[in-house]
């Protein structure tokens, strides 16, 4: 069983650019939430995918969205960077919402 | 005032030692708690998982949960170098959505 993968390792963009993620979701698992890790803090909620859809969303400008691709793989777009968005991003899948969450190992992105 | 606050640390404790880890929360609302270990380079994992208020034990970890004073607990019994790592409180109001993270305690065990 492949857990949850995540491409690119790391990125460097400069400011004003657009950037692409993505996420890999464990077998089985319809579920894809994405958080934003800054260096010393812990994980903020950016949204939640449930089998296509948005699933909730955190407290982050319109300029993160996403999609969820009919394997359950998700992407994080984010536009117009700003140096603040320099982060750990992180994805995790889950069978159905409400059950536990698995991480994969992160992309860190550095914005200059 | 931060909706999860979390005592950053570092802790640094000598091997076998009992740790204990801390959140507190403002948010009358959470009803669902959890801890995640992080590895330097990784993403978290879950190690314990709490619903309401109440202790639970699985193996050399217990987790408690005090909603009327808004705190939440880790311990760790007989602490091990393998430990060391940066533990992270979560609580959200609907089960596994929306998660609210405290910044994480970097714990050193020592040989």
């Known amino acids: 069983e492949t857990g949850v993968t995540q491409s690119p390792t790391h990125l460097i963009k400069t400011r004003g650019q657009q950037v692409t993620l993505r996420c890999s979701s464990q077998s089985g698992h319809n579920t894809v939430s994405w958080y934003q890790q800054a260096l010393g803090q812990g994980p903020q909620f950016i949204f939640q995918?449930?089998?296509?859809?948005?699933?909730g969303r955190g407290n982050f400008p319109p300029r993160f969205s996403g999609l969820q691709f009919p394997n359950y793989s998700s992407e994080l777009n984010v536009n117009a960077l700003e140096l603040d968005d320099s982060a750990l991003y992180l994805c995790a899948s889950s069978f159905a919402t409400g059950n536990e969450q698995f991480f994969g190992p992160g992309t860190r992105l550095t914005v200059l | 005032q931060k909706e999860v606050e979390q005592d950053p640390g570092p802790l640094s404790v000598p091997e076998g030692a009992i740790v204990s880890l801390n959140c507190t929360y403002s948010?009358?609302?959470?009803?669902?708690f959890m801890w995640y270990r992080q590895y330097s380079r990784k993403g978290p994992e879950l190690l314990m998982y709490?619903?309401?208020?109440g202790n639970k034990e699985d193996g050399r970890f217990t987790a408690q949960v005090d909603k009327s004073s808004k705190y939440i607990s880790l311990f760790i019994r007989d602490s091990q170098p393998s430990d060391s790592a940066t533990y992270l409180c979560?609580?959200?109001?609907?089960?596994?959505?929306?998660?609210?993270f405290g910044a994480g305690t970097r714990l050193t065990v020592k040989p």
């Open positions: 948010n009358s609302a959470f009803q669902y």
């Open positions: 995918y449930y089998r296509e859809e948005e699933n």
């Open positions: 979560a609580m959200s109001v609907y089960n596994n959505n929306d998660m609210r």
């Open positions: 709490t619903y309401s208020s």
